[in-house]
């Protein structure tokens, strides 16, 4: 089992940076891929960004430019650097680890609030 932590959630106006941790324990051996997903009421989960054991990154069209993932692999850790940031970027942030190997498998974080005032 992966144990997710998420941290640096909050309030920001329109325009300002934040910048969220994830921090894994357990069996964090088994970690392939880490990323950060996002919820906003009333819509789908929908994905930020990702990055795998050696660095290569995805990011979801909404925040290309805007957010940085980066990712700690001695630490266990992943980061997402948000800057510019607006109002419709309010959602429930949560941090992903996924297992590909044996069996494709993924852990959850129980979400970090971040609101964007206008």
């Known amino acids: 089992q992966v144990q997710l932590l998420e941290s640096g959630g909050g309030l920001v106006q329109a325009g300002g940076s934040l910048r969220l941790s994830c921090a894994a324990s357990g069996s964090t051996r088994s970690i392939d891929d880490m990323g950060w997903y996002r919820q906003a009421p009333g819509k789908q989960r929908e994905l930020v960004a990702t990055i795998n054991t050696g660095g290569s990154t995805n990011y979801g069209d909404s925040v290309k430019g805007r957010f940085t993932i980066s990712r700690d692999n001695a630490k266990n850790s992943v980061y997402l650097q948000m800057n510019s940031l607006k109002p419709e970027d309010t959602a429930v942030y949560y941090c992903?680890?996924?297992?590909?190997?044996?069996?494709?498998?993924?852990?959850w974080g129980q979400g970090t609030q971040v609101t964007v005032s206008s």
């Open positions: 992903l680890a996924k297992r590909l190997w044996p069996i494709e498998y993924d852990f």
